[in-house]
């Protein structure tokens, strides 16, 4: 885990009200002992827990802003400090087994200084078993621990959770200005990076999936779907057959091509009800756009939005994937 050099002084240029309440909150010594996150990209809220904990541990700091070169600020560099957990769902949720582990290790290890922190990365995606046992260290936290929930979908949260943790509610990222750094940064089109971002809740990960051709390869066989539902939609389950599950192998794939049309389909209903609407993606597809909406009613395209979102549950609870794609290809069929 390497941890990002954001500073405070950064975070307040887009966050003005989150870091004035952290700093507030590490100055006057007032540290909660936990905190929820929320906000529509999960990595900046991850970056500013990393940033929030490197303030805790950093053994000079200049104000709130962390040294970077004490010996904790270089351990949490290197994801070397034993007092800073992050833990991440397993598979599709995070379970009872990974919140007793987390609780099990910060007992275990104890503190090397007064402080333990831990993030849990997708916190809506806790079991209600698992919520409830992270609810009951909640209420005897212990001194100097501090838990930070990060999550894009905090209305999915146990509200006992809610009502236990601090609620920094963050304003929405320009997702447009992150894609143009993206695109520059591993020379691609925007378009591609802001696809890229959109499925891929990780920088790390969006960046590693533009630079191998899956990712273009998945972006031209979304159109070709298109093409298929608009113009010959009884070729769907052909076209499944032959061009698109050879290519989505297994859940991981299948469920990037399911959210990449998805993309597509939600970018259709704003193009539909919106005058003027220019899609912000498959941006080269205006022609496209406009033959998929002349047919289709608002309704039958929110319909197969549901669709969709049904073969991703489908998927997440270990249907078969190929069995999920041709169940959609039916059902978009039907409409």
Known sequence: MGVSQMRFQQ?????????????????????????????????????????????????SPEGVEPCGVCRNCRRMDSGNIVDYIEMEPDGASI???????????????????DRQVYVIHQAHKMTTQAANSLLKFFEEPGVGKLAILVTTQPQLLLPTIRSRAQHLVFRPIDRNELAETLAEDVACT????????????????????????????AYGL?????????????????FAQEKWLGHFKGRNELRVGLELFESWL?????????TAYVPQL??????????FVNDRSVHKIVHAIEHVH??????????????????LTFDLQKG
Do not use: M
Not at 14 to 24: C, F
Not at 200 to 216: C, G, I, M, S, T
Not at 282 to 291: G, K, N, P
Not at 310 to 327: G, S
């Open 222 to 238: 979304v159109v070709q779907l298109v093409e298929v539902l608009t113009k010959r939609p009884q070729e769907l389950l052909l």
């Open 95 to 113: 379970k009872k087994e990974q919140i007793q582990q987390l609780l099990s290790d910060l007992s275990l290890r104890g503190a090397e200084g």
């Open 282 to 291: 498959f941006t080269r597809e205006q022609a496209l756009y406009q033959a």
């Open 266 to 274: 939600e970018e259709s209903l704003r193009f539909k009800v919106r």
């Open 190 to 217: 925007s378009d591609l990076a802001r696809l890229a971002l959109a499925v891929y809740p990780k920088w790390e990960d969006a960046r590693e999936v533009l630079h191998n051709d899956w990712f273009v390869q």
């Open 11 to 59: 975070l307040a240029q887009s966050q003005t009200v989150v870091a004035k309440v952290i700093e507030n909150s590490i100055l006057s010594e007032k540290v909660g002992h936990a905190y929820i996150f929320s906000g529509d990209y999960e990595p900046y809220l991850i970056e500013t827990a990393q940033l929030f904990a490197k303030s805790l541990f950093c053994e």
């Open 310 to 327: 049904e073969a991703i549950r489908r998927l997440e609870a270990n249907v078969n994937p190929q069995l999920t794609f041709e169940r």
